[in-house]
């Protein structure tokens, strides 16, 4: 299972328009049990969690002092992998920092990188066993968030494109874990050519596609980012 782009949307009511919402993570959270009842689930999130409903600006700015309301939620659920999107960079090092430290799961971000030495800032993939099968997970985030968001929301970090992220991590997996099956947890959407880029632009906001195109060894490619709920 699946979830993408939450955007802070816990509970079956948008309390921005005072009406009540059928998509939520309390919705998936009874379709998660369903699951698990008939046997073992993959649990993986894609990203932008950290924005757009008032209850993640209220423990995002306001109430630091305790744990954040996603990672509580995602230890409940016993989310496996969690990846990291643009709206979650949005919220500057002090909220996703704590976020991450809080959540088992933590953050996956292969092109997410330090400018000191180049290495991830937040693990690449991580590693899961499921129904005895070896499952690595490789997260990608966006990397065209760079020209929305100031650079103090990501002191200290650059990203990667998506192609050369994935170039450089699927063998590095291969040869270092020797899975069975690779995932690829893409923050980022299908249509390469939304907003005029074309294929070889090394920021492509949306690349899932093209990775999965032009980088062998991926099982299965998650998506999110641009809302459009692509089975293909």
Excluded: C
């Amino acid at each position: 299972i699946e979830t993408s782009d939450l955007h802070g949307a816990f509970f079956p009511y948008d309390f921005k328009t005072g009406k009540d919402k059928p998509t939520s993570l309390s919705n998936v959270a009874t379709l998660i049990a369903d699951e698990r009842a008939k046997g073992e689930v993959l649990l993986l999130d894609n990203g932008d969690n950290l924005q757009g409903q008032p209850i993640v600006y209220y423990y995002n700015f306001e109430k630091t002092g305790v744990p954040h309301p996603l990672s509580q939620m995602f230890n409940y659920l016993n989310y496996d992998v969690v990846g990291f999107g643009n709206h979650d960079v949005e919220t500057g090092h002090a909220v996703y920092d704590k976020v991450a430290r809080e959540m088992n799961a933590g953050f996956v971000a292969a092109n997410l990188v330090k400018k000191s030495d180049g290495s991830p800032y937040f693990p690449p993939y991580k590693m899961v066993k499921k129904a005895g099968l070896k499952i690595a997970v490789l997260g990608l985030i966006e990397p065209a968030f760079v020209k929305n968001f100031p650079e103090v929301l990501y002191e200290g970090l650059k990203v990667e494109g998506m192609v050369p992220s994935a170039q450089k991590w699927v063998p590095i997996i291969q040869t270092r874990e020797k899975p069975d099956m690779i995932i690829g947890l893409f923050h980022s959407g299908v249509d390469y050519t939304y907003g005029g880029y074309k294929k070889e632009d090394p920021l492509n906001e949306n690349a899932s596609q093209l990775v999965a195109e032009q980088v062998p060894g991926f099982d299965l490619v998650l998506v999110g980012h641009d809302h459009q709920g692509w089975d293909g």
